[in-house]
């Protein structure tokens, strides 16, 4: 014995090389044993009923026959249906790979009862190593789809259990391009082709031997909890029914050897040993009719948990803002405490009734964050109140501007008090850092992130809140804080365990902590963020956009959508339809949107924005001067000058005034009205976008021509209702039928008799 003991240690390569001999028998026999031995109880697939099909729930997977060909079938495949990773518990740690366990070698038994099924794994294996982990999942038939939900128990000594993924629906039998995926990305994004040989992808990414596409929840990047396989007259919802809003990624896949589609839902967590995690509820439900009762299943859930934040008036009737750097990173100020008069005639020769004011203390925009005094160079505390109240004066509403987690190293008070002990660190022992590099000609300034879980971080930016207020602003803006998902933080002291995840379940309660506060003060003030998900909305009351399907956009492109013929295509109707009430501004970074951005922004019942974030910004605003790209010479994030070339300025603030108008004058429908997508009306018409807003017995449809010649042969018909007026920007009668101008629109307004 000690003879080969001796023989191994002088030859540890044949020594992997036995062990990974030894692990393939003992997979193979473990598989047997799954057979004949104690996983018996569970081989046979046990069967749950609901009124639109049945759920199989097996030891190799889930499989599920509708009772309706509009939905998708699913049957289990050989692929893993969950994962589970483990990590060893120390800090720093001593791999960067977590180790996988998945389904495939494990052992589980099968419990009925009244409630539904219990599949219960009292240890896992990784083939070699044994692991007092207890994993129980639950399957139970619950208002038309099925719910699977459960609880791991860690019972392994210096392990972490960093995520669990399931279930993973494998098996999924759908042609694509019957049946879209509608996937939650910013305001979301339709799926219509599955990956092409020799193409750029894209949206799916490799995965071992397939693709997938993936979005991280809450982010801007994942904004709800659900996807949906979407057909025509009915499909399958895919949904985490999670009120905490915990940290997960949803996910649809793509096997390209079976040609099958999946879906998944990785849920992140930290689970030490001698603790227990329960799994939010994961819902699969088959539905019929469009895609819009995928949408309300959400919705329904969302609206028994969570209550949306109640929005001022003056916030419903806004028509979004004119967001103004007032000093810039490099110093040079542009806009002084005494130009906010002139900011306020830019506003309102383009109808718009907010100024956003960044880059408004005396460090200027992403510069010494988060210390943000009155600068004494643009006329101090006094000036500033003195003009923030000419703006309220004329009319016009103030936000001011504060980074919601950014702090620059080494450079304030605050960082050297407090900020260095709070900044979120990584597993690696350094902290996360983000650089805003705005100028080619100025030193890159470094931040790292404040922990929203440190009591003096919170401090700080209920401080700045209440400081907007006393200086007579309007609101606050938080930027970034519904931009990025959430990430580990291995931080002592912030008053959260270590490791734990950051921008989670603290990022609500953070927002709401502050609003609610802030409302008590002073009712009519309002707290705003950057980017957008739906954890937000009990204490956002308007979203500053940085998402998918806010950004620059055309005709053209909206006709590309119509067609659905690539792999891809945003789809704002998701968010927009779920969550109508939600106010968002697009994303327009450049001092002036084109006639087709004014459309797109109207017909979606979105709320206006144009920048001015650079010098060249203010001669266009002031002088109507279009400047060159030269002008930019030192600026790293240029705006799109050739837009800017393409409309003459004085058009183009006149069609945003004119389209704004328009929108004030039919107020019920555009922005106290109900956004209803496609649904309540029908449209006969080719290259027309139609979209439908419901008020108060009343019907809205505006069409908005995508084509490069005008409209003759299109109708619309609302059921139950009469047409009363139609009227168009600049028009306040128009004829409902007659041609509709090249990217015109108009507004058919209906009445129930």
């Given at each position: 014995?000690?003879?080969?003991?001796?023989?191994?240690?002088?030859?540890?390569?044949?020594?992997?090389?036995?062990?990974?001999?030894?692990?393939?028998?003992?997979?193979?026999?473990?598989?047997?044993?799954?057979?004949?031995?104690?996983?018996?109880?569970?081989?046979?697939?046990?069967?749950?009923?609901?009124?639109?099909?049945?759920?199989?729930?097996?030891?190799?997977?889930?499989?599920?026959?509708?009772?309706?060909s509009a939905c998708p079938s699913l049957n289990a495949t050989v692929a893993p249906w969950w994962a589970l990773n483990l990590t060893p518990d120390t800090w720093p740690s001593v791999t960067d790979k977590d180790l996988v366990l998945t389904d495939k070698g494990q052992t589980a038994r099968i419990e009925m009862s009244q409630d539904g099924i219990s599949m219960i794994y009292e240890k896992l294996t990784d083939g070699v190593l044994s692991f007092p982990i207890c994993l129980t999942m639950t399957f139970s038939s619950r208002d038309g789809g099925f719910e699977v939900g459960g609880t791991i128990r860690n019972g392994a000594r210096g392990w972490l259990i960093t995520g669990f993924t399931g279930p993973v629906l494998n098996g999924i039998e759908a042609d694509i391009s019957a049946h879209p995926v509608l996937m939650p990305e910013g305001f979301g994004k339709k799926i219509n082709r599955t990956p092409v040989a020799n193409y750029d992808q894209k949206v799916w990414s490799p995965l071992g031997k397939g693709y997938e596409s993936a979005v991280a929840y809450p982010s801007a990047r994942g904004t709800m909890q659900w996807l949906a396989f979407a057909g025509r007259d009915g499909g399958l919802y895919f949904g985490s029914h999670d009120p905490l809003h915990r940290s997960k990624r949803l996910s649809v896949r793509y096997d390209p050897a079976s040609l099958l589609l999946g879906m998944a839902i990785r849920h992140d967590f930290f689970c030490r040993s001698g603790e227990s995690a329960e799994l939010p509820?994961?819902?699969?439900?088959?539905?019929?009719?469009?895609?819009?009762?995928?949408?309300?299943?959400?919705?329904?859930?969302?609206?028994a948990n969570t209550e949306l934040r109640d929005v001022p008036a003056w916030v419903r009737d806004s028509s979004g803002w004119l967001l103004s750097i007032l000093k810039q990173q490099n110093g040079e100020i542009m806009w002084p405490y005494t130009s906010l008069d002139k900011l306020c005639d830019v506003a309102e020769a383009r109808g718009l009734d907010i100024l956003g004011l960044f880059g408004w203390a005396h460090g200027g925009h992403d510069h010494l964050y988060p210390d943000y005094n009155p600068c004494p160079d643009m006329g101090g505390v006094a000036t500033l109140k003195t003009a923030l109240a000419e703006v309220r004066r004329r009319g016009k509403r103030s936000i001011i501007y504060a980074n919601g987690q950014l702090q620059e190293i080494d450079a304030t008070d605050f960082w050297r008090t407090a900020g260095k002990d709070i900044a979120i660190m990584g597993r690696n022992g350094?902290?996360?850092?983000?650089?805003?590099?705005?100028?080619?000609?100025?030193?890159?300034?470094?931040?790292?992130?404040?922990?929203?879980?440190?009591?003096?971080?919170?401090?700080?930016?209920?401080?700045?809140?209440?400081?907007?207020?006393?200086?007579?602003?309007d609101g606050i803006l938080y930027d970034q804080l519904a931009i990025m998902a959430p990430m580990a933080c291995y931080g002592e002291g912030h008053g959260h365990a270590v490791p734990s995840l950051v921008h989670e379940r603290e990022r609500p309660i953070f927002l709401r902590r502050i609003a609610d506060h802030m409302r008590r003060i002073n009712p009519e003030f309002i707290v705003m963020t950057e980017g957008l998900h739906d954890c937000a909305l009990d204490a956002v009351s308007m979203f500053h956009a940085c998402q998918t399907g806010a950004f620059q956009t055309s005709a053209k492109e909206m006709r590309e959508r119509l067609k659905a013929v690539r792999i891809a295509d945003v789809f704002p109707e998701m968010f927009r339809y779920t969550f109508p009430e939600v106010i968002s501004t697009v994303r327009v970074p450049a001092p002036m949107m084109d006639r087709d951005m004014v459309n797109y922004t109207c017909v979606y019942g979105l709320r206006y924005e144009i920048e001015s974030r650079y010098g060249p910004d203010v001669t266009y605003l002031l002088e109507g001067r279009v400047p060159d790209a030269a002008d930019y010479a030192h600026v790293s994030y240029k705006p799109d000058v050739a837009t800017m070339k393409a409309t003459p300025p004085a058009e183009a603030a006149r069609y945003m005034k004119e389209a704004i108008d328009f929108q004030r004058k039919n107020a019920d429908i555009f922005w106290n009205g109900r956004y209803t997508d496609s649904e309540g009306f029908a449209v006969e018409g080719r290259s027309l976008l139609a979209k439908g807003f419901a008020a108060d017995g009343e019907f809205g449809v505006i069409i908005w021509n995508l084509a490069s010649e005008p409209q003759s042969a299109f109708r619309v018909k609302v059921p139950g209702h009469v047409l009363v007026s139609a009227s168009e920007p600049g028009r306040d009668q128009a004829e409902p039928f007659a041609a509709l101008a090249e990217n015109g629109l108009r507004l058919l307004r209906w009445k129930r008799p």
């Open positions: 014995m000690n003879m080969l003991v001796s023989f191994f240690i002088s030859n540890p390569v044949r020594f992997k090389l036995m062990l990974r001999r030894c692990e393939k028998m003992r997979l193979l026999l473990l598989a047997a044993g799954a057979l004949l031995t104690g996983a018996t109880s569970a081989a046979e697939p046990v069967l749950l009923k609901g009124y639109q099909g049945n759920l199989s729930v097996a030891v190799n997977g889930l499989s599920f026959k509708p009772a309706t509820p994961t819902v699969i439900k088959p539905y019929t009719g469009t895609w819009h009762a995928a949408a309300r299943i959400y919705r329904k859930w969302f609206d350094k902290k996360y850092q983000q650089t805003y590099h705005k100028y080619s000609n100025i030193p890159v300034y470094r931040f790292a992130l404040g922990c929203l879980h440190a009591q003096a971080w919170y401090d700080r930016m209920l401080a700045l809140a209440m400081q907007a207020n006393e200086m007579g602003a």
